[in-house]
């Protein structure tokens, strides 16, 4: 069973930074595009940043482009989102997730998103 497991989030203050990481089981993370999205209460889910299979395409949010970085290691088959100058807007649950193609098509849209994670909660006091 594929399993996606976040990890790193908690209670910052505004201008802190974090750093999330999601390690894949039973799927191997170099045939897949990696994306992290966030849900915030009473707000649909938006997408954040993804990575193409071999790092050769990344993209991000306007909203966090600058401040947020992913990475990915596909040796140790985990992708991580660095966040920096962390801000109350940016409060929600952060999930990562695969997507079955190396290309960076799709990469925003969550519906084209094969496997998800669970989700970590980032929570940013002003």
């Known amino acids: 069973q594929v399993q996606l497991l976040e990890s790193g989030g908690g209670l910052v203050q505004s201008g802190d930074s974090l750093r999330l990481s999601c390690r894949a089981f039973n799927l191997y993370l170099r045939n897949n595009l990696m994306g992290w999205f966030r849900q915030a209460p009473g707000k649909e889910r938006e997408f954040v940043a993804a990575?193409?299979?071999?790092?050769?395409?990344?993209y991000y949010a306007d909203s966090v482009r600058g401040r947020f970085t992913i990475t990915r290691d596909n040796a140790k088959n985990t992708v991580t989102l660095e966040m920096n100058s962390l801000k109350p807007e940016d409060t929600a649950i952060y999930s990562c997730?695969?997507?079955?193609?190396?290309?960076?098509?799709?990469?925003?849209?969550?519906?084209?998103?094969?496997?998800w994670g669970q989700g970590t909660q980032v929570t940013v006091s002003s």
């Open positions: 997730a695969a997507m079955r193609v190396c290309s960076g098509w799709g990469r925003d849209d969550a519906h084209k998103y094969d496997y």
């Open positions: 990575v193409t299979c071999t790092s050769q395409s990344i």
